[in-house]
């Protein structure tokens, strides 16, 4: 069903990279100036020896003594190979696991996603993502937005679609730019067509849901319209709670209702809204197949045995749910009928779209994040100086202790 669906995506992004020049130059992508790391490299540097710094990293945690967020900092920054982020990885995953573990600086982690790029070991970088609770790695919207980019510029859309689960378990859709390439990268991977579990069709229909919230167009329409189908239909499938568990998601029943909600909101908006086509025409494959399987279940059961009916726990409030699927069927045929009587139906795919509103919009978003990261590193240098200095400090205090205690020693030796 699915496959019939993103088909049509296909044809007519091919259609629009033939017609436009600039599409096919790839601008939607963050730009040279956005993923330079000019701003980056120009911090104050620390040198250090990786392996003395990893010897009394290793003395320390033997100790049973806290390592410092310094430490695990400029073991980060310091990498210089493949072999040394594999090391990184060891302390990062050490440090979580210590007292110290909520003292993970941002610059470290963004350190740490940079240099994974720097030196091939994005699969580093999206184990430790992946895992971010083992290894305490959250990152901020900008770097998340190089790690995704660094996908899409492959044509990897699968993984750079994992990156965007992440983003959105953490709700950091705020940057629009983030939101763009975000959209970018899920209806470029549902445009190859893809073959579905329950559980990535939950995860792509959260991401589009919660990201398409934030855009108020054709493209934040869309994506909701289609977010609240893929979500609809697990919840028919497999029950609202195998919707929401572990997501950031409307603890509620009804997410093909809320996604025919989108549709009566458009055909009743002022302006020139739409929604895509192809969104559209999955909404109706869906509830086709919904509908026939609902009859085929329901023959079934009256075929099936006492004993068969007792293996199957329906819950009241899914019971309820899967009940409303004629009417959910109708209702959509009469706004979809509304909409096409409006003119509120774009022909154009939810991929073209996505490509088109990253083409226009992409650059102007990307100006205040290289502003905001720009003072943001600056911010990240003048606490680590802070550090530093309180490092000395502490060191210098230390060295005191130790040669008056020394010094008692050594009278009393002498008394």
């Given amino acids: 069903m699915a496959a019939s669906v993103w088909k049509r995506c296909v044809t007519a992004a091919v259609k629009v990279k033939c017609l436009s020049p600039s599409f096919s130059a790839r601008r939607w992508l963050l730009s040279a100036a956005y993923t330079d790391s000019k701003v980056w490299d120009a911090r104050e540097r620390d ?20 390592v410092s967020s310094l430490s695990v900092s400029r073991f980060v920054d310091n990498i210089s190979s493949r072999e040394e982020v594999d090391q990184a990885e060891y302390y990062l995953y050490k440090f979580r696991h210590s007292p110290n573990c909520w003292y993970l600086r941002d610059w470290t982690v963004h350190s740490w996603i940079r240099q994974c790029l ?33 996908y899409i510029k492959d044509g990897d859309f699968k993984t750079a679609c994992s990156v965007v689960e992440e983003v959105m378990l ?18 470029s991977y549902l445009a190859t067509k893809p073959q579905l579990t329950v559980s990535e069709e939950r995860t792509l ?11 108020d167009n054709t493209v934040g329409l869309s994506a909701q319209l289609l977010a609240n189908a893929l979500l609809g239909k697990v919840e ?42 192809d969104t559209l025409d999955y909404m109706n494959a869906l509830l086709q197949e919904l509908s026939s399987t609902s009859d085929s279940d329901s023959s079934g059961e009256e075929s099936a045995g006492e004993g068969d009916k007792k293996e199957v726990a329906v819950d009241e409030d899914d019971e309820a749910e899967q009940a409303k699927l004629p ?32 083409q226009s919009n992409l650059a102007a978003a990307e100006t205040p994040d290289l502003s905001e990261y720009q003072s943001r590193v600056q911010g990240w240098e003048a606490e680590k100086r802070q550090l530093i200095q309180r490092e ?6 230390a060295e005191e202790e130790k040669q008056e205690r020394l010094a008692a020693k050594a009278a009393a030796q002498q008394a």
């Avoid at 250090?48 to 806290?66: F, G, H, I, K, V």
């Avoid at 849901?209 to 934030?214: D, F, N, P, R, V």
């Avoid at 029950?239 to 997410?255: D, E, N, Q, S, T």
């Avoid at 045929?333 to 779209?353: I, N, R």
Wanted: glycine residues 8%.
């Fill in 47 to 66: 040198p250090q020896n990786l392996a003395l710094l990893a010897s009394a990293m290793d003395r320390t945690y033997e100790r049973n003594l806290p």
């Fill in 392 to 397: 000395k400090e502490m060191r210098a205090k």
């Fill in 118 to 150: 720097k030196y091939g070991s994005r699969d580093k970088a999206l184990h430790t993502l992946k895992n971010k609770v083992q290894y305490g790695i959250f990152p901020d919207d900008f770097t998340f937005n190089l790690l995704i980019d660094s």
């Fill in 327 to 358: 009417h959910y069927a109708s209702r959509f045929k009469e706004l979809s009928s509304q909409l096409e009587s409006v003119g509120k139906v774009d022909s154009a795919s939810f991929q073209a779209l996505v490509g088109a509103l990253a």
């Fill in 170 to 187: 953490q709700e950091a859709f705020d940057l629009p730019s983030t939101q763009i390439i975000s959209l970018y990268a899920l209806g």
């Fill in 236 to 277: 028919m499938l497999k029950g609202i709670h195998a919707v929401f568990k572990g997501m950031p998601l409307f603890w509620g029943c009804g997410y093909l209702d809320r996604g025919l909600a989108v549709m009566e909101k458009v055909a009743a908006a002022d302006g020139d809204v739409k929604l895509s086509k």
């Fill in 205 to 215: 229909g959260a991401s589009l849901l919660i990201c398409g919230l934030k855009q």
